[in-house]
């Protein structure tokens, strides 16, 4: 039998729609409406999660710009105008850090729709018939907002959809929060096992504080919180019982490994913790669990007294690899320096619970500790 050639390596797909990870299209009334919609739920929603907008242009006259250009407000804001084209693969980089994008169902179809019952627009929404294949629930612009005979032709259940009203913001800002919220990536673990140690002169793994190698310990501590829980290793290296994942990104240590495992799996956060750190506890993990902000590209441990977040203690969401990459490109491969200069959530505790032991001199010293 012939083998079949294989042009590319085959490589696990982080989860996308037509522009984005999540995404939703608004369509059957004017544009104008459906842009103060989203103007209302992005308000309510803000506080908890990325929001962004995807329109066209309504002006007949408007040039394509020669170049890109960023203009900065002096309180953070931000308008782009872009040379660029349209192209999917492009809008799924670009959009990566968000949790929803809301799409102009009049001019771009979405994977998802919400659908406004405006009376005045049947025709239009006649015209887009088709991309209404996935309705989440309607909207009724009036009271007297109809359902088209050509709608429950077509879709014969679409009156057991869920229909409110276009001025109850609050109940649908929270259906669209719960939509979100369903999309949240699990959170897997991943043991730092890699490293060479050789400030301590013997593998870190293997050094017993608790009676077992630190290696069982750590790998312990996160399925006891119920995380599926893998241990990062260096290529060619073998270990026992344990689920592993190889670095595929050779001698950048800690950097390499995160990004291993979201080469490994994209559709995951992961839960980052090395065996240097043998004080962090139950309930280091269930804080750092229990503040998780999936908002941003991370959510990061700091001692109370340090000045910087520890990179080797976070959860680091699936948007965060885009971002890693990001800096690879730029010829950094330090995560500490990623997380400092991104939008992570910080969890203090105190500095005692998140020393590193890297000596023989500190494993001494943290071994009397831990067992008196």
């Known amino acids: 039998m012939q083998n079949t050639h294989q042009k590319h390596t085959?490589?696990?797909?982080?989860?996308?729609?037509?522009?984005?990870?999540?995404?939703?299209?608004?369509?059957?009334?004017?544009?104008?409406?459906?842009?103060?919609?989203?103007?209302?739920?992005?308000?309510?929603?803000?506080?908890?999660?990325?929001?962004?907008?995807?329109?066209?242009?309504?002006?007949?006259?408007?040039?394509?710009?020669?170049?890109?250009?960023?203009?900065?407000?002096?309180?953070?804001?931000?308008?782009?105008?872009?040379?660029?084209?349209?192209?999917?693969?492009?809008?799924?980089?670009?959009?990566?850090?968000?949790?929803?994008?809301?799409?102009?169902?009049n001019h771009y179809q979405g994977a998802k729709q919400i659908l406004i019952l405006d009376n005045e627009k049947e025709a239009s929404v006649l015209k887009r018939l088709d991309q209404l294949d996935y309705i989440q629930f309607v909207v009724k612009l009036n009271e007297d907002s109809k359902y088209f005979d050509f709608l429950v032709e077509k879709y014969p259940t679409i009156k057991n959809l869920k229909c409110y009203s276009i001025n109850a913001i609050d109940a649908i800002s929270k259906h669209i929060d719960n939509l979100i919220q369903e999309k949240i990536a699990p959170v897997q673990g991943l043991v730092l096992a890699g490293g060479k140690s050789s400030r301590m002169g013997q593998d870190k793994t293997q050094l017993s504080y608790y009676g077992k190698p630190q290696l069982e310990h750590t790998v312990?501590?996160?399925?006891?919180?119920?995380?599926?829980?893998?241990?990062?290793?260096?290529?060619?290296?073998?270990?026992?019982?344990?689920?592993?994942?190889?670095?595929?990104?050779?001698?950048?240590?800690?950097?390499?490994?995160?990004?291993?495992?979201?080469?490994h799996n994209p559709n995951k956060a992961w839960l980052v913790l090395a065996t240097d750190l043998p004080f962090v506890d139950d309930t280091v993990i269930q804080l750092l669990l229990k503040h998780r902000n999936p908002k941003k590209i991370a959510t990061a441990i700091k001692g109370k007294s340090k000045q910087f977040v520890e990179p080797l203690i976070t959860i680091y969401e699936p948007k965060a690899y885009s971002v890693l990459l990001?800096?690879?490109?730029?010829?950094?491969?330090?995560?500490?320096?990623?997380?400092?200069?991104?939008?992570?959530?910080?969890?203090?505790?105190?500095?005692?619970?998140?020393?590193?032991?890297?000596?023989?001199?500190?494993?001494?010293?943290?071994?009397?500790?831990?067992n008196e």
């Open 10 to 105: 085959k490589l696990k797909h982080r989860e996308s729609e037509n522009f984005a990870f999540n995404e939703i299209s608004i369509l059957g009334s004017k544009c104008s409406i459906i842009s103060d919609f989203v103007q209302k739920i992005s308000k309510k929603l803000q506080k908890t999660v990325k929001i962004v907008y995807f329109d066209a242009s309504h002006s007949d006259e408007i040039q394509a710009p020669n170049f890109d250009s960023f203009t900065f407000h002096q309180s953070g804001g931000l308008s782009l105008n872009s040379a660029s084209e349209m192209n999917k693969f492009n809008e799924r980089i670009r959009l990566s850090q968000y949790d929803l994008l809301f799409i102009n169902g």
């Open 220 to 263: 312990s501590l996160l399925e006891k919180n119920l995380l599926q829980t893998f241990v990062s290793v260096a290529q060619n290296q073998e270990l026992g019982d344990y689920e592993i994942i190889q670095d595929k990104f050779v001698d950048l240590g800690a950097f390499g490994a995160i990004c291993s495992a979201f080469q």
């Open 326 to 370: 990001g800096y690879l490109a730029q010829g950094y491969s330090c995560p500490r320096k990623v997380l400092i200069n991104s939008d992570i959530e910080i969890v203090e505790v105190n500095d005692a619970l998140i020393r590193n032991i890297n000596t023989p001199k500190e494993f001494k010293i943290a071994y009397k500790e831990i």
